[in-house]
């Protein structure tokens, strides 16, 4: 079972964007992370372990944070960069073949042009469970264009422009997001309504 969960907790780094140390984005070169880091320890769970319970059959929550989605679409250069801290949960005894989703409970606003901090928003006092997020390995297609996170988030920070842009670029910009949203089904389906010119853009299948 450790093997197994080891493996899982990989893959599930790999496209959910854990909210670790390690991870290259932008806004974490600020006091992102402190910031969202005391805002969790804040949040009620979804399911919690009633006394004298197994903790095994208890939901296991980390919190995840999204690619920024844009404040406004098409970019004309004043654009924020909105990121949304969810969670992800996980339950060996449970649930050994997913994980449980949490949605949005908070969002981020960053400039990307540097003008000021980061401003957190809260969007919930208590997790709440919105679905089950299914999980397969990821082809070597997929790891490669998840490998694009840097890059394509470093261009949604710059761009200003859709009528000057270089067609890779945005195709990039393109696969990455769309990529993101195929693993994310139900943070999208939350988030959308906040972004929809930038997700028909997307265009995604």
């Known amino acids: 079972m450790g093997i197994m969960l ?12 854990l909210a670790t140390g390690g991870e290259a984005r932008l ?77 949005p409970w908070g969002r981020v606003e960053v400039d990307p042009r540097g003008s000021g901090e980061p401003k957190f928003r809260r969007l919930s006092e208590k997790l709440r469970e919105i679905g089950i997020q299914g999980v397969r390995p990821l082809t070597p297609e997929e790891m490669a264009i998840f490998q694009k996170e840097a890059s394509a988030e470093a261009y949604l920070a710059t761009v200003t422009s859709l009528t000057d842009t270089n067609e890779k670029d945005l195709r990039m910009l393109r696969d990455y997001f769309c990529m993101w949203c195929q693993f994310n089904g139900h943070i999208v389906r939350e988030i959308r309504p906040a972004h929809e010119k930038f997700f028909r853009w997307l265009g995604c299948k």
């Open 6 to 17: 080891s493996a899982l907790s990989l893959f599930l780094m790999l496209i959910g964007g």
């Open 27 to 103: 806004a974490m070169t600020s006091n992102f992370k402190t910031l969202v880091d005391v805002q969790w320890k804040k949040i009620e769970p979804a399911v919690s372990i009633r006394p004298g319970e197994d903790p095994a059959l208890g939901v296991f929550w980390r919190y995840r944070i999204s690619p920024p989605f844009p404040s406004r679409w098409p970019p004309d250069g004043s654009l924020q960069l909105i990121y949304y801290a969810y969670a992800a949960g996980l339950s060996p005894r449970r649930l050994v073949d997913g994980e449980y989703v949490a949605a």
